[in-house]
């Protein structure tokens, strides 16, 4: 039978050439993946209105908050898998790929109670305006009731991409990112759902993408295969998926969960402000893809190498991912700045709306640069299995100086928003300064312990 394995070994052959073919595919599949929301936004701005727009717009640090907590943990199984992976240890692999499996049911699960329960309250939380409160419980509570969908595609991709996979979920993601559109115009224009079908077509296209994704792991001939009689907890398995999860997770949470608090700092200045600044976030998204890339196909090749033993691999892997996501950065921080009115106008043709969401971005594109550098040299962290300082740092960036920060500032320009946009180049100046300190300070390079500790239980 002929070997259909799309599975890559990271640990030989040119290294930027390997970092490119295997960031390429997590890119497109990353622009597909932010097209759900995107095309919802898109549609509710242009035929529903600004107040929808602002609905839609607002929900996504509540949605990041949740889903955070649980890809935290996909973090962890990603990088374990990767160094068993690197190491050929395929009896770990297997039964890692199981436990994180069962895993992912039960924080299904869990996500789908708490963000049905919680909505309102998180909604009121951020100070959500009355004009679009009752549409954004509306979007959540559809949102959420399918979550299991979004939780599964992403652990079964993060699975195939610790093993060097990054095509396969691409193709599946296209798939459904399709019919996310179509049943986006279908529920909107034609049926008159309003944001209640944006919320479905997201939900369905999400179900569809992870049954794929399923499909694939249970026919590949890889030691990942997922077979559903093996599902079961390998509790030493678990131990070490949540000793590098849980920094990440609780980081991820509480750095989505801190956003709530600055979401409603935005509200305070009304719905064309937030509408603004929402059509500005869909164009942000898209602009950190390819750091983001090029930061999970770090997490991967580190994590080989690491499990293969080749350490200045691992090395020379990161400083090209590094150097790549720059270079990909400027490229696309010039078009930001010349054309903002125009791309803000792609969502909302409001001249207050357009005025807002172009002055955000014209001010923080720039320091997408100090994002690269954070995003890239976290991510190599991650692969060596070192999440905790990365989780502090992280914290104390993102959660506890922005708060600060924002506090502070909102008291002293309480009627001027210029404060509240350098909220988040401000923490990622400081991110990068401390995550390259303790980067050359740290001796990242002996956590190999994962398969030592694993192989000796």
């Known amino acids: 039978m002929a070997n259909t394995r799309k599975d890559k070994n990271m640990t030989q052959g040119p290294i930027i050439r390997l970092l490119i073919q295997f960031s390429i595919p997590l890119l497109i599949g ?25 609905a839609v717009g607002s929900t996504g640090s509540i949605i990041n908050m949740l889903i955070g907590v649980f890809m935290g943990f996909s973090m962890g199984a990603n990088v374990i898998i990767a160094q068993y992976y690197g190491a050929r240890d395929e009896k770990a692999v297997h039964d890692t790929v199981h436990t994180t499996i069962v895993m992912s049911l039960f924080f299904s699960v869990i996500l789908t109670a708490v963000g049905i329960a919680f909505v309102p309250l998180m909604l009121r939380l951020m100070d959500t305006p009355d004009d679009v409160f009752q549409e954004a419980v509306t979007y959540l509570r559809i949102f959420f009731s399918g979550i299991t969908g979004l939780i599964l595609y992403n652990m079964g991709s993060g699975i195939l991409r610790a093993v060097g996979d990054s095509k396969r979920p691409l193709w599946f993601l296209i798939f459904s990112a399709v019919m996310n559109i179509i049943l986006d115009l279908v529920f ?30 249970s026919r590949t001939s890889g030691p990942y295969r997922l077979i559903w009689s093996h599902l079961k907890i390998n509790r030493e398995i678990l131990i070490n998926v949540l000793k ?35 059509a500005y976030g869909k164009v942000d998204v898209f602009a950190l893809l390819p750091l983001q890339a090029f930061s999970m196909a770090s997490t991967t090749f580190v994590g080989q190498n690491i499990g293969a033993g080749n350490i200045p691999r691992a090395k020379k892997g990161i400083k090209s991912a590094l150097l790549l996501s720059i270079g990909c950065t400027v490229v696309l921080i010039i078009p930001m700045m010349l054309f903002a009115p125009q791309l803000i106008s792609l969502f909302n043709s409001d001249p207050e709306v357009i005025y807002y969401g172009a002055l955000y971005m014209r001010f923080t594109s720039p320091f997408y640069l100090a994002v690269c550098i954070n995003q890239i040299l976290v991510g190599a962290l991650r692969g060596s299995g070192d999440t905790r300082a990365p989780m502090f740092i992280m914290l104390g960036s993102f959660v506890v100086f922005r708060q600060i920060y924002l506090l502070i500032f909102s008291r002293i320009f309480m009627d001027n928003f210029f404060p509240i946009i350098f909220a988040y180049p401000a923490g990622w100046i400081l991110c990068s300064v401390l995550v390259y300190i303790y980067y050359k300070r740290s001796h990242w390079e002996h956590r190999r312990f994962i398969i030592n500790n694993q192989n000796a239980d």
Request: cysteine-free.
């Open 30 to 54: 990353q622009l597909f993946q932010q097209l759900y929301n995107t095309v919802d936004t898109l549609v509710v701005g242009n035929f529903v209105g600004k107040e929808a727009l602002a």
């Open 188 to 217: 909107v224009i034609a049926l008159n759902m309003g944001v209640s079908g944006v919320a479905w077509a997201t939900v369905i296209s999400q179900l569809l993408s992870s049954a794929l994704i399923l499909i694939v792991l």
């Open 244 to 278: 590098i999860g849980l920094p990440s997770s609780v980081q991820q949470g509480l750095t989505a969960f801190s956003n709530v608090f600055v979401q409603s700092y935005i509200n305070r200045f009304g719905s064309a402000y937030m509408a603004g600044y929402s």
